[in-house]
Protein backbone atom coordinates (compact mmCIF):
# COMPACT_ATOMS: atom_id res chain seq x y z
CA UNK A 1 0.00 0.00 0.00
CA UNK A 2 1.31 3.39 -0.98
CA UNK A 3 2.33 6.57 1.67
CA UNK A 4 -0.89 8.54 0.25
CA UNK A 5 -3.25 5.93 0.21
CA UNK A 6 -2.03 5.39 3.81
CA UNK A 7 -2.31 8.69 5.02
CA UNK A 8 -5.23 9.55 2.84
CA UNK A 9 -7.13 6.82 5.06
CA UNK A 10 -5.51 7.78 8.31
CA UNK A 11 -7.10 11.37 7.32
CA UNK A 12 -10.35 10.26 6.90
CA UNK A 13 -10.74 8.07 9.93
CA UNK A 14 -9.76 10.88 12.34
CA UNK A 15 -11.94 13.26 10.72
CA UNK A 16 -15.18 10.53 11.07
CA UNK A 17 -14.02 10.42 14.60
CA UNK A 18 -13.99 14.35 15.04
CA UNK A 19 -17.84 14.59 14.21
CA UNK A 20 -19.63 13.71 17.82
CA UNK A 21 -22.57 10.99 17.58
CA UNK A 22 -26.38 12.32 16.75
CA UNK A 23 -27.44 11.45 19.90
CA UNK A 24 -25.04 14.70 21.56
CA UNK A 25 -26.51 17.40 18.45
CA UNK A 26 -29.30 19.07 20.11
CA UNK A 27 -32.44 18.55 18.61
CA UNK A 28 -32.81 22.00 17.49
CA UNK A 29 -30.43 24.82 16.67
CA UNK A 30 -32.03 27.22 19.29
CA UNK A 31 -34.47 29.72 19.84
CA UNK A 32 -35.02 31.84 16.30
CA UNK A 33 -33.03 35.23 16.54
CA UNK A 34 -34.95 38.76 15.92
CA UNK A 35 -33.23 41.80 14.91
CA UNK A 36 -29.43 41.81 14.09
CA UNK A 37 -28.26 39.49 17.07
CA UNK A 38 -26.79 42.32 18.76
CA UNK A 39 -26.63 41.41 22.86
CA UNK A 40 -29.04 43.52 24.53
CA UNK A 41 -29.47 42.62 28.34
CA UNK A 42 -32.46 45.00 29.30
CA UNK A 43 -35.15 43.46 31.08
CA UNK A 44 -32.86 39.83 31.76
CA UNK A 45 -33.30 40.84 35.50
CA UNK A 46 -35.75 38.27 36.01
CA UNK A 47 -32.98 35.45 35.06
CA UNK A 48 -30.49 36.63 38.34
CA UNK A 49 -31.08 33.71 40.68
CA UNK A 50 -32.82 31.53 38.76
CA UNK A 51 -31.46 27.55 38.05
CA UNK A 52 -29.87 27.48 34.62
CA UNK A 53 -31.77 25.29 33.20
CA UNK A 54 -32.09 24.42 29.70
CA UNK A 55 -35.66 26.54 29.34
CA UNK A 56 -34.34 29.59 31.16
CA UNK A 57 -30.80 29.76 28.67
CA UNK A 58 -33.07 29.56 26.32
CA UNK A 59 -35.09 32.14 27.46
CA UNK A 60 -32.42 34.37 28.20
CA UNK A 61 -30.82 33.94 24.76
CA UNK A 62 -34.18 34.56 22.79
CA UNK A 63 -35.13 37.51 25.16
CA UNK A 64 -31.50 39.12 24.57
CA UNK A 65 -31.77 39.23 20.97
CA UNK A 66 -27.75 37.51 21.37
CA UNK A 67 -26.35 35.33 18.46
CA UNK A 68 -24.19 33.34 20.93
CA UNK A 69 -24.83 32.73 24.62
CA UNK A 70 -22.02 31.71 26.81
CA UNK A 71 -22.78 30.22 30.39
CA UNK A 72 -19.52 30.86 32.29
CA UNK A 73 -19.06 28.21 35.30
CA UNK A 74 -16.97 29.56 38.47
CA UNK A 75 -13.40 29.29 37.59
CA UNK A 76 -13.86 28.77 33.54
CA UNK A 77 -11.38 29.81 31.17
CA UNK A 78 -12.91 32.23 28.48
CA UNK A 79 -11.43 33.88 25.73
CA UNK A 80 -11.38 37.98 26.62
CA UNK A 81 -12.59 38.64 23.15
CA UNK A 82 -15.39 41.07 23.02
CA UNK A 83 -18.58 40.26 20.47
CA UNK A 84 -21.25 42.32 20.28
CA UNK A 85 -23.41 39.03 19.05
CA UNK A 86 -23.00 37.36 22.50
CA UNK A 87 -24.40 37.11 25.99
CA UNK A 88 -22.20 35.89 28.73
CA UNK A 89 -24.51 33.92 31.48
CA UNK A 90 -22.96 33.53 35.03
CA UNK A 91 -23.64 30.34 37.01
CA UNK A 92 -22.11 29.64 40.63
CA UNK A 93 -21.36 26.17 41.52
CA UNK A 94 -25.25 25.46 41.95
CA UNK A 95 -26.17 25.70 38.69
CA UNK A 96 -27.81 29.58 39.81
CA UNK A 97 -27.60 32.30 37.40
CA UNK A 98 -25.39 34.78 39.34
CA UNK A 99 -24.95 37.44 36.59
CA UNK A 100 -25.49 38.26 32.77
CA UNK A 101 -23.48 40.57 30.70
CA UNK A 102 -22.29 41.10 26.94
CA UNK A 103 -19.51 39.94 25.31
Not at 28 to 43: A, L, M, Q, R, W
Not at 65 to 81: K, M
Amino acid sequence: MSFRILSTTCLSLLLVACAPPQSLQPASGGPTITGEGTCKTDGLEWAIGEKATEATMARVWRDSGSGLIRPIAPGQAVTRDYRRDRINVHIDDDNVITGIDCG
